[in-house]
């Protein structure tokens, strides 16, 4: 997806409109724009555990892979679906955050069951997310990035940029944060920012009607180890300065 994501990014790219990100996550499509030479990303997000990660990743401290262990796993789960805030104490935001994604079926925020140790094409999900993030981090750290742990509307914006939005889903939850996300008011931040001139690119599963669809691409989810595969149509949109 991420190849398909970078050819509508591309023609505004080599225009020379700088790259924003403001909902990281697991920096797939970031990482990318900086495997093909872009410098200059401007990347956020509002969850300190992703934040925290890629700030280790990006700028030098090493995480300790030997954590991502089943105890601990559920250590951090412990109290609630949201996280133990003891263990992230204890530990920090980085290895918190490898263990509740990279451990987790999907890279969905701590299901039930600890998923490390489980085959995925013949290694590992442990030894995946950390050859995965090395390989990443490699990328942004020659990419003169700029990282944040603000939210969408508060990560500063040049004068001419392109924004790509990877946000939660609409009618899903998003079990890592406290906060509850306004696709509405996610969808006007846009439109806003549309009519001051920068590119702003969203990928959803729908859209605002206001909105314009640019790109279309068929799915495969499977949302716990076992139930069965589904199809959805992720969809790329934009606002046009309105």
């Given at each position: 997806m991420r190849k398909h994501l970078y050819a509508l990014l591309r023609p505004y790219l080599e225009q020379g409109y700088h790259y924003g990100e403001p909902f990281l996550g697991m920096a797939s499509v970031a990482s990318y724009v900086a495997s093909q030479g872009h410098k200059g990303l401007t990347l956020s997000d509002a969850s300190p555990f992703v934040h925290g990660f890629w700030d280790a990743m990006i700028f030098g401290q090493e995480i300790d892979w030997s954590l991502l262990t089943e105890e601990n796993y559920h250590s951090l789960r412990a109290g609630n679906q949201r996280h133990n805030p003891e263990f992230v104490e204890r530990y920090g935001y980085a290895v918190a955050c490898a263990l509740g994604f990279g451990c987790s079926f999907g890279e969905a925020w701590l299901r039930s069951r600890y998923w490390g140790h489980r085959l995925q094409s013949g290694t590992t999900l442990i030894h995946k997310t950390e050859t995965t993030s090395r390989r990443k981090a490699s990328f942004l750290k020659n990419a003169e990035v700029e990282l944040y742990n603000l939210s969408y509307q508060?990560?500063?914006?040049?004068?001419?940029?392109?924004?790509?939005?990877?946000?939660?889903?609409?009618?899903?939850?998003?079990?890592?944060?406290?906060?509850?996300?306004?696709?509405?008011?996610f969808d006007q931040w846009c439109r806003e920012r549309a009519r001051e001139g920068h590119i702003v690119l969203v990928s959803e599963y729908t859209a605002p009607p206001d909105a314009e669809i640019i790109f279309t691409k068929p799915q495969k989810q499977t949302f716990s180890h076992n139930a069965k595969t589904s199809e959805r149509v992720e969809l790329v949109y934009t606002f046009r300065g309105l």
């Amino acid at each position: 997806m991420r190849k398909h994501l970078y050819a509508l990014l591309r023609p505004y790219l080599e225009q020379g409109y700088h790259y924003g990100e403001p909902f990281l996550g697991m920096a797939s499509v970031a990482s990318y724009v900086a495997s093909q030479g872009h410098k200059g990303l401007t990347l956020s997000d509002a969850s300190p555990f992703v934040h925290g990660f890629w700030d280790a990743m990006i700028f030098g401290q090493e995480i300790d892979w030997s954590l991502l262990t089943e105890e601990n796993y559920h250590s951090l789960r412990a109290g609630n679906q949201r996280h133990n805030p003891e263990f992230v104490e204890r530990y920090g935001y980085a290895v918190a955050c490898a263990l509740g994604f990279g451990c987790s079926f999907g890279e969905a925020w701590l299901r039930s069951r600890y998923w490390g140790h489980r085959l995925q094409s013949g290694t590992t999900l442990i030894h995946k997310t950390e050859t995965t993030s090395r390989r990443k981090a490699s990328f942004l750290k020659n990419a003169e990035v700029e990282l944040y742990n603000l939210s969408y509307q508060d990560v500063p914006l040049r004068d001419k940029c392109l924004i790509y939005c990877d946000p939660p889903y609409r009618g899903t939850t998003c079990s890592y944060s406290a906060e509850p996300f306004d696709p509405k008011a996610f969808d006007q931040w846009c439109r806003e920012r549309a009519r001051e001139g920068h590119i702003v690119l969203v990928s959803e599963y729908t859209a605002p009607p206001d909105a314009e669809i640019i790109f279309t691409k068929p799915q495969k989810q499977t949302f716990s180890h076992n139930a069965k595969t589904s199809e959805r149509v992720e969809l790329v949109y934009t606002f046009r300065g309105l």
